[in-house]
């Protein structure tokens, strides 16, 4: 248990390192970004608000880190998020019960799921146009939903679950932990994950030695659709309205990007879902950072882009070989792997 | 008769922008009823955020035919050469809500607010409120570039200067959405001692401000008192949060520039009398004495 | 008739074929004067889709492009506003900044191994956030030059014009295809799609050639800003949102593979014209809303890319050797 | 040293990987003139040497000279413009350029700066026209059998070679006209004074060909010897370093016919495989003879439902079965081995243990997970049985050398504990003794009962452990031999038979 404990550790410290340095600047620059204190019941400081907003993206980022462990890419989530958000607006304000809208928004981000595998899988489509397609139209539908306008919803179960707080916790974060760990014990404790990272490496060999490709594909896709539409009830609830224009906007590249950040290879094969879950909440840390330093917008951007290309580049392939000689990660776990037998 | 089948006929081009909020869906809505009730054949063309889809929507409309062109010019520049071949193909063309960086008789006329008078209008409503007492401001812009951001935060600074009691202390994008106009007033409060250093909110628009009510509402405090919240726009759901006390004042640009429009373009047809160069729309402020729940009621349905 | 040009020759049917369609509702849009508007509406498009094709066709990506066309338009705006350069030496320098830009990208990707499509989304951020830090205003180009460059174009029959931009996109793409095909560069760039590891061993120079190619594509992005500066006479640094995403499908629906190795610069071509002809048809159509709009693109497209896999299909099984 | 005759020299070389030492200062030295065989067993660094030669890697350690003067190629590219052309191992060209292309790339000839495809084509078109190879060069390399594709490599590396040429397994995929023909050429070379590199699994290329051995094992150097002063007995055991057990072409021993278990009948499918028939038997070891590209791969592939049949049907027991996808035949417990490696057998990024359990899994289905004890076990066992090299069973497989990775592809089907096992070139790029192990678990497998098809390109092979012989011919079954007939002779009879007929 230790030592998978330590494997488990080894992967995930490069992130942990990451995230660490981007805490320890934004403190430096605005000293209370640490602070937490409980307030109403909740906890209330920055880091959570760090953990809060980060909700989409982490599920995105969960999603997509399958799909692209497939080898694939789904460039539709953020526009499957604002048909979910709408969905559930619709739902709610014409009077269906809240578990009747979840189930319906729930089942509209899996049919949405469905038919980019579909598209990836038995239409053989290169992933990156079978999601364009429901990327250019998903937002179209979505506003085909809300009529263009912002709708907006009082039910105070779903706002509950944009804003309410659970065990001291905001919701979004509760929904995306228990989410995460029920995914990552899925693909970990089942054999899902390693014929998914087996059809990512090669998916003819992986046909050929009985592996249900296409099923699986369509799967990676389906989970994705589903994260999407927990993503965007979430975003839908937190502003107690669906902003079909707005939700998930762009989003897809940031889930990407976390998932890159958390060291999953675009090439598809190996994949850690807690590690892109530390990618988003990165992305998220260096978002908040720069709205709490209170810089011009203008630099936003550039800031965001020079932190990114610091990290991926720490963490490139090149660098850590070169480098090597000043990670001590695998010299130093050997002595402690000696103390722990 | 003559008159009335022409009239009929009349066949009208509309370049929008897009559908990137509520106003704007209004806006279209509202332009189509009005098509509708004079009879003219409106050809919608949404551009999808993007300059050169406008460019390649008007130049379809000049090779169509079409007897006059509305545009709301996503940005202020670059359209001096499509509208010269409008002009060369003798068709009228009349700007909506924005204007344009090109000379003066390339188009009919303008229907547009001013959204510097915008800006300054919530800038006056502050200093109005405060009364000299000092005060500290936070800023949510739209979208960085886009013209109603940089104008619409030059017209509240131009209100403001002069009046040092009033200091704008943080000023940040929240894209004109709802919620990043949250996310960016949570940290605003978090970074300004929990919120107690903050004692008016300016929104470029009303979506930022409603998102950053419910920012300040779940860090403990009350908008609309501790801190207080003024914005542009008039879209309905503000007129909600004023009724309950959430937020102050708003400023409306209408969503009817096509009512104006049209008539100016018809009494153009008609006997050829050339409108104003700019037909100014009022903006109006509302505030929380302007019974906010009928406004709300009257809005609903115009389709922001 | 090789098997490789299928995806070309479906493309090709489909654009004549969507074409003949649209003729058919909308005789006017046989017009010179529609043609004329698909080249110089799209030159911007296509000249950035030509590098585009060149980083797919070795299996990158390259998703800076749409800010790049964005910065080049601020700084050209800016500096011919605030100095008296002309307006050639501005292209010049602006080239140069542009390509320097994809070659450091192209640099960062190969030598730190890392994945295109992350350096190219930095990159994006970093041109966009320049363009913001070099004025957030949109400023009107003023320049007589530019005027007269705009006077520029051959007029065709009908009230159609074939303008410098749009003849411009023509020559890139000519010279495209030959880069493409009759230079060791462009095999070596069909090599890398082939698979990098086998390039390598076969002698190809990997590190010069991928730097090349974003080199060309930095270069080739820095053109379409200028192009584009030239259609709107004016730098704004919110302009060209997403044209990446519009130069990729452009270059996957003209018929290339987006894993590398397979495609062809004429094939951007008509993924160009096809996209240009769905949005002129959209727009004579007129009756949709905003959100029909969309629906409709993403339906076109999803038709488009389904075409082309039957047309290749069949046309596969009737090959087939018995 | 004096170096006045060497063309090539490797002093010292070293090279490490993550938990290898693969080249554990290793000298090598090449005359002008001379056919020199690299030899060893599966990852004992053959081609490790070479690709340090070319500056395909960089080497840790030690020196390479090239006509006495030190060099130090950067890249493969600068080791071409050396004069040192290679054959890497596995077929190493860019499938999706044309054949022309591929012979030429990176020296394609200009005119005006601008590739003079004409000439580069009809440049080409002489090239390959050596190997009588008369096929249309402007067609992508990938229309072509992988044995094509290893004679244009060939093709390209000799026109590379000034000085050296090297060729890591060349013969591999070849059949043996075609390796008569490569023989030629090189002795052509060898006339004209350049050095050749020769590695191959095949000791009687190595007799035929090669005027001296070099022999490395686990990454060192074991020797260089004059190959006539060498007998077959003594190369192996400086090999595998013991002697080697059992006779490597060990006569057939004589078999039980079990009873006739999988029928075929009229089994086909339109433009890959004339319609045949076949019976298996349990306990029977059914050769698959022919020439390259007569249909045999195809064939096994339509046994395992990789192409689903589209004429006739097949039948277990009597009972009639479906095969139309993988799937489907592995619930009939069917295995298939299959012969490109690369592409269709290992999971590159996934440790040796996880390739193993692959098809296990898969067949369990993801809901019933093998316990990573379970998979350690059977790993380990079969990492054992048949001597898999690897440094320890989580290393990635792609980082094997190419015979054990296909020990390990063996190893995933055995784990299946499969009825049916079809292997398409199994002993492929496998060293002696390895390849001996593998003939005897063949031999083994069938003993236990279980029905197998073996394709081959070894003739000697086939004879050895088939109980029968099926030869083909243009995508066809054209004979079947067994009892006396099984003959290396009768088969190579029967496939020469229209020889004439594989013109194109
Ligand atoms: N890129 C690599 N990374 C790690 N280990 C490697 C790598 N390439 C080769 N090895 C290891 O180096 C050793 C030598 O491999 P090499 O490919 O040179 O063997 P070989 O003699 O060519 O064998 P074969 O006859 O099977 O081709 C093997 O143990 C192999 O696992
Ligand atoms: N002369 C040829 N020209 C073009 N393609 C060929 C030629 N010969 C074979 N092929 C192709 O190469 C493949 C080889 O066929 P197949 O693999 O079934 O034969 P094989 O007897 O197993 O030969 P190999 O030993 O190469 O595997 C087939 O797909 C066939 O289409
Ligand atoms: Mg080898
Ligand atoms: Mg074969």
């Known amino acids: 248990m230790t030592s998978f404990f330590r494997l488990y550790l080894n992967r995930l410290l490069p992130q942990l390192i990451a995230l660490a340095v981007i805490v320890v600047a934004v403190s430096l620059v605005f000293p209370g970004f640490l602070n937490l204190e409980i307030q109403n019941g909740r906890l209330y400081g920055s880091l959570v608000d760090i953990l809060n907003r980060g909700a989409p993206v982490v599920l995105l980022a969960i999603g997509m880190t399958v799909v692209i462990a497939t080898k694939g890419i789904d460039l539709s989530v953020g526009a499957v998020m604002a048909i979910c958000g709408a969905t559930a607006a619709a739902a709610i304000t014409s009077g269906h019960s809240l578990a009747g809208t979840l189930l319906i928004t729930l089942a509209v981000g899996i049919l949405c799921g469905l038919w980019n595998g579909v598209l990836v899988a038995v239409l053989d489509i290169q992933p990156i146009i079978a999601t364009l397609v429901l990327m250019v139209a998903g937002r179209g539908i979505a506003q085909l939903i809300t009529e263009g306008a912002i709708l907006t919803f009082n039910d105070p179960g779903l706002i509950f679950i944009g804003s309410g707080s659970f065990a001291g916790l905001p919701m979004p974060v509760v929904i995306w932990l228990v989410f995460g760990v029920l995914i990552a014990m899925l693909v970990r404790r089942t054999a899902l994950g390693m014929l998914i990272e087996a059809i990512g490496v090669n998916r003819q060999a992986s046909t050929l030695s009985g592996v249900l490709t296409p099923v699986l594909l369509i799967a990676a896709y389906v989970l994705s659709g589903l994260c999407a539409a927990i993503a965007g009830i979430i975003a839908a609830a937190d502003i107690r309205g669906a902003d079909a224009n707005n939700a998930g906007l762009w989003l897809e590249l940031d889930a990407i990007l976390a998932v890159v950040v958390g060291g999953t290879s675009l090439l598809g094969g190996r994949f850690s879902i807690a590690a892109s879950v530390l990618g988003a909440i990165i992305i998220q840390a260096i978002n908040t950072g720069i709205l709490l330093s209170g810089f011009p917008p203008e630099f936003n951007l550039i800031i965001k882009a020079a932190i990114i290309v610091v990290i991926l580049v720490l963490q490139s392939p090149r660098f850590r070989t070169a480098f090597a000689f000043l990670v001590p990660a695998r010299g130093a776990s050997k002595p402690s792997e000696r103390a722990a037998k | ?142 979208t960085t570039g886009s013209s109603p951001a940089i104008d619409r935060k030059k017209g509240f600074e131009q209100a403001l200067s002069g009046h040092d009691n009033l200091k704008i202390i943080r000023s940040q994008t929240g894209d004109f959405t709802r919620t990043k106009g949250k996310e960016v007033m949570e940290s605003f409060l978090k970074a300004e001692d929990g919120g107690k250093n903050i004692c008016a909110l300016y929104a470029h628009n009303d979506d930022m401000a409603v998102g950053a009510i419910q920012a300040i509402k779940e860090a403990g405090l009350k908008p609309g008192k501790d801190i207080l919240v003024v914005s542009i726009d008039a879209v309905p759901d503000i007129f909600q949060a004023m009724a309950a006390g959430e937020a102050n004042a708003t400023v409306e640009l209408t969503p009817n520039m096509a009512g104006p429009a049209f008539d100016a373009l018809a009494a153009y047809q008609k006997d050829g009398t050339a409108p104003p160069k700019w037909i100014q729309t009022e903006s109006k402020l509302y505030t929380q004495a302007d019974e906010p729940l009928k406004v709300y009621e009257e809005k609903k349905g115009l389709g922001y | 008739m090789k098997p490789k040009y299928l995806p070309l020759i479906a493309t090709l049917v489909i654009f004549l074929l969507g074409y003949a369609l649209c003729v058919a509702q909308y005789p006017n849009i046989l017009s010179t004067r529609v043609i004329g508007n698909l080249l110089t509406d799209n030159a911007f498009l296509g000249i950035a889709a030509v590098g585009m094709t060149f980083v797919i066709l070795s299996g990158g990506i390259d998703l800076s492009i749409g800010s790049v066309i964005a910065f080049t338009g601020v700084f050209l705006a800016v500096v011919l506003e605030h100095s008296s350069i002309h307006p050639l030496v501005a292209f010049a320098m602006v080239l140069a900044i542009a390509t320097l830009f994809g070659a450091a990208m192209g640099a960062i990707i190969h030598y730190l191994e890392m994945p295109a499509f992350i350096v190219t989304l930095a990159g994006m951020f970093l041109a966009r956030g320049m363009a913001f830090v070099l004025s957030i205003d949109s400023i009107p180009i003023k320049h007589p030059f530019y005027a007269t460059l705009k006077g520029l174009y051959v007029k065709l029959p009908g009230g159609g014009r074939i303008t410098l931009i749009g003849g411009l996109m023509l020559l890139v793409f000519a010279v495209g295809i030959l880069l493409a095909h009759r230079t060791r560069f462009g095999t070596n760039v069909y090599a890398l799609g082939g698979g990098t590891a086998t390039a390598r061993l076969m002698g190809v120079p990997v590190a010069a050639t991928t730097v090349r190619i974003y080199a060309l594509s930095g270069l080739l992005a820095g053109l379409s800003g200028i192009v584009f500066s030239l259609y709107t ?67 076109l497209l999803f038709a488009f890319i389904l075409l082309q896999k039957g047309i290749i299909y069949v046309s596969r099984h009737r090959r087939q050797p018995a | 040293m004096q170096t006045s005759d060497h063309i090539l020299s490797a002093i010292r070389i070293e090279k490490a990987f993550p938990g290898t030492r693969a080249l554990d200062k290793v000298d090598f030295h090449l005359r002008r003139g001379e056919v020199h065989a690299l030899l060893g067993e599966n990852g004992a660094g053959k081609s490790t040497l070479i690709k340090c030669l070319t500056g395909a890697y960089r080497r840790d350690g030690g020196a390479i000279l090239l006509d006495g003067t030190e060099v130090d190629p950067r890249d493969t590219f600068e080791a071409q413009t050396l004069g040192i052309g290679t054959v890497y191992q596995e077929v190493n060209l860019l499938a999706n350029l044309t054949v022309a292309e591929n012979l030429f790339l990176g020296r394609q000839p200009r005119r005006f700066g601008m590739v003079d495809v004409g000439a580069m084509n009809r440049r080409a078109r002489e090239l390959l026209a050596d190997y009588e190879l008369d096929i249309d060069v402007t067609r992508d390399l990938a229309s072509y059998s992988v044995a094509i594709q290893q004679v244009v490599a060939i093709a390209r590396a000799v026109d590379l070679s000034g000085k050296v040429l090297i060729l890591d397994e060349p013969t591999a995929s070849l059949d043996a006209h075609e390796v008569a023909m490569l023989f030629r050429i090189v002795r052509r070379l060898k006339a004209r004074g350049l050095g050749i590199v020769f590695v191959t699994h095949f000791l009687e290329q190595v007799y035929e060909i090669s005027d001296r051995i070099t022999v490395l094992r ?73 020439l390259l590209g007569s249909g045999r791969t195809e064939t096994a592939e339509l046994l395992f439902g990789a192409h689903s049949a589209d004429s006739g049907q097949a039948e277990i027991d009597g009972r009639a079965i479906d095969l139309s996808s993988p799937r ?58 048949l001597d898999i090299r690897t440094a320890d069973r989580e290393k990635p497989i ?107």
């Open chain 2, 1 to 142: 008769t003559f008159g009335s089948a022409t009239a009929a006929e009349l066949v009208v081009g509309f370049s929008q922008i897009g559908s990137e909020s509520g106003w704007r869906a209004a806006e279209t809505t509202l332009t189509k009823q009005q098509a509708e009730q004079r009879g003219i054949d409106l050809k919608f063309a949404d551009a999808q955020q993007k300059q050169e889809n406008q460019i390649k929507a008007i130049r379809s409309f000049i090779a169509q035919g079409v007897n006059a062109i509305l545009l709301a010019p996503v940005v202020a520049t670059g359209w001096d050469e499509v509208l010269q071949e409008a002009k060369d193909a003798e068709i009228p063309v009349i700007l909506l809500d924005r204007t344009v960086d090109a000379s003066k008789d390339l188009y009919l006329t303008a229907v547009t607010s001013d959204l510097v008078h915008e800006g300054s209008v919530a800038g006056k409503w502050l200093v109005d409120t405060t009364a000299g007492k000092p005060c500290n401001v936070v800023e949510l812009q739209g």
């Open chain 4, 218 to 290: 686990n990454g060192q150097l074991v020797g260089t010897r004059e190959t006539a002063n060498l007998d077959r007995r003594a190369l192996i055991a400086m090999m595998i370093g013991r002697e080697l057990a059992a006779e490597i072409h060990a006569p057939r021993a004589q078999t039980s016919e079990g009873p006739l278990r999988y029928r075929f009948r009229n089994y086909g499918r339109k433009g890959r495989v004339r319609p045949f028939d076949l019976d298996v038997r349990a306990g029977e070891v059914v050769g698959m003879a022919g």
């Open chain 3, 233 to 299: 006479s004016a730098g704004y640094s919110l302009a060209a949102v997403g044209v990446e995403l519009d130069a990729i499908t452009a270059v996957v629906i003209g018929g290339t593979l987006l894993t590398g190795g397979s495609g062809f610069v004429a094939g951007t071509f008509v993924g160009t014209l096809i996209q240009g002809l769905i949005q002129t048809y959209i727009t004579f159509d007129g009756s949709l809303s905003s959100w029909w709009t969309k629906i409709l693109i993403g339906l």
């Open chain 4, 398 to 504: 792609k980082l094997l050398s190419g015979g054990n990775q296909q020990k390990a592809i063996l190893a995933r089907w055995l784990a299946t504990e499969p009825e049916f096992l079809i292997l398409d070139e199994p002993t492929r790029g496998i060293d002696v003794g390895a390849h001996a192990e593998i003939v005897k678990l063949i031999e083994a497998l069938r003993e236990k009962g279980l029905s197998l098809i073996v394709v081959s390109s070894e003739i000697e092979e086939l004879v050895a452990y088939s109980t029968r012989v099926i030869v083909l011919r243009d995508r066809a079954h054209v004979a079947e031999l067994d009892g006396n007939r099984l003959t290396a002779h009768e088969i190579v009879e029967a496939i020469a038979a229209t020889n004439e007929r594989r013109a194109s």
């Open chain 4, 328 to 385: 489907a035949a592995i619930r009939h417990r069917f295995g298939f081995c299959p012969e490109d490696r690369k592409t269709s057998g290992i999971i590159g990024d996934l440790s040796v243990r996880e390739n193993i359990v692959l098809a296990l899994q898969a067949r369990r289905g993801w809901t019933r997970p093998i316990s990573r004890a379970e998979q350690n076990r059977l790993a380990d066992h079969y990492i054992r049985a």
